[in-house]
């Protein structure tokens, strides 16, 4: 019912740049929270941003000032910029997404992406 397809992501060095973007399709009612999580090596899947409906953000203290989140509602996408990236920072990044669908009613789906690997070279 509802489908997230990320793209962005790949091998860079170290305060180079790079630009996340997961886009949200099928039959969508309203999408809540957007999301950025991220797992690196031997660690646990951790909040990196998050951005409400209403364009709240929250930013781990890793990565604020750094690191970017932000929404187009007309595009249904969320993306983030990421810069001055470090070695620390590689690691899977998986969208996730709040979201109800007209297949399924009012119910909330908590629905991730496939994750996209992001590389940072020193």
């Known amino acids: 019912q509802v489908q997230l397809v990320e793209s962005g992501g790949g091998l860079v060095q170290a305060g180079g740049s790079l630009r996340l973007s997961c886009a949200t399709s099928g039959s969508i009612r309203s999408i809540d929270t957007m999301a950025w999580y991220r797992q690196g090596p031997g660690k646990q899947r951790q909040l990196v941003a998050r951005?409400?409906?209403?364009?709240?953000?929250y930013y781990a203290d890793s990565t604020k000032g750094r690191f970017t989140i932000s929404r187009d509602n007309a595009k249904n996408t969320v993306y983030l910029q990421m810069n001055s990236l470090k070695p620390e920072d590689t690691a899977v990044y998986y969208c996730?997404?709040?979201?109800?669908?007209?297949?399924?009613?009012?119910?909330?789906?908590?629905?991730w992406g496939q994750g996209t690997l992001v590389t940072v070279s020193s």
């Open positions: 996730n997404v709040r979201a109800t669908s007209f297949a399924t009613g009012s119910r909330y789906l908590d629905v």
């Open positions: 951005i409400t409906s209403g364009g709240t953000t």
